[in-house]
């Protein structure tokens, strides 16, 4: 019963034609469009623009996972996730002691 359910879940059964073709073109081309949108709002300059547009573009699979550590905005981030600086630690001390 196991392997009768596993194997209906496999590459192999899958049924390979051009409406699955079309439908993975448009999941990436919609992948895509997210990324170049997201890769023109970020603070880079020109060069760095050029250079993610293209290593996502000529790398379909790498270039997306290769930009996603750079995808994410400090200011969007959740503060725990944020790294703590020197400053931020000496701003928490010196409130810390005004409140006290």
Known sequence: MMSHLLNRF?????????????????????????????????????????????IVVLLPGIGVLAYLPFAFRKEELPHIFQR????????KQSTAESDA
């Open 10 to 54: 496999s590459l192999q059964a899958a049924k390979w034609n051009g409406s699955v073709a079309l439908a993975l073109m448009v999941i990436w081309i919609a992948v895509l469009g997210c990324i170049l949108s997201s890769i023109l709002t970020q603070p880079f300059d020109r060069q760095q623009r050029i250079f993610w547009v293209a």
């Open 84 to 91: 703590k600086t020197k400053h931020s630690k000496r701003r």
